[in-house]
């Protein structure tokens, strides 16, 4: 089963932290670059973090900069998002898949990239 899974979501107070994983089965994270997105209720998703295959570029929405941290360990088949100063506007859905990295469109896929499922982020006292 090809497949990429997501952990480490959870219920977090404003200001605090959380650390994502999304670890791959199935083929090797090495050969392409992942994007994290997230979907909050009601809007589109959108594309916040992406990690280039040897993590050498690594790129953020505005909404998220000098807040979320991406990286990853390709001996491990896993990459990370690390949040930071979590805001109730984080709140969402983070799914990662493999993806095109830019500048302007942060990341983006197509029909044969690799998805996860999702795990639920939520930023509430």
């Known amino acids: 089963q090809v497949q990429l899974v997501e952990s480490g979501g959870g219920l977090v107070q404003p200001g605090g932290s959380l650390r994502l994983s999304c670890s791959a089965s199935?083929?090797?994270?090495?050969?392409?670059?992942i994007g994290w997105f997230r979907q909050a209720p009601g809007k589109e998703r959108e594309g916040v973090a992406c990690?280039?295959?040897?993590?050498?570029?690594?790129y953020y929405s505005d909404s998220v900069k000098g807040r979320f941290t991406g990286s990853r360990d390709n001996a491990k088949n896993t990459v990370y998002l690390q949040m930071n100063s979590l805001k109730p506007e984080d709140t969402a859905v983070y799914y990662c898949?493999?993806?095109?990295?830019?500048?302007?469109?942060?990341?983006?896929?197509?029909?044969?990239?690799?998805w996860g499922k999702g795990t639920l982020v939520t930023v509430s006292s």
């Open positions: 898949a493999t993806a095109w990295c830019s500048k302007i469109s942060v990341a983006t896929t197509r029909g044969g990239d690799y």
């Open positions: 990690i280039s295959k040897s993590a050498d570029n690594t």
């Open positions: 199935g083929f090797t994270l090495d050969y392409y670059a």
